[in-house]
């Protein structure tokens, strides 16, 4: 399963990309069209896309309840969260 980590101000945490690419995929097309599977098969092959997605079209309140946390290592400031894709990485779990 492909996850987003990403670092908070409260420690690093994990999002199913799957949920990201769906959310995406939502915002063209609805899941009657065959063109929705293709949206989301595009994020989950690209990995800046959902990145992308993620950081510029979405808020992290958005997705609180979707995250599992990984740790409380703290590596960025609530000045910087949410506001660069440098502190976003896909991983395969």
Known sequence: MKVIKMNTPDGQYTLPLQKVAEHR???????????WKEEV???????????DWLVNNTNYEDWEDETTKLNSDVKVTHDDFWGSSEDFEILEM
């Open 41 to 51: 098969d595009f994020v989950m092959n690209d990995d800046f896309e959902g990145i």
């Open 25 to 35: 995929a939502n915002e063209y097309t609805d899941k009657t069209n065959p063109s």
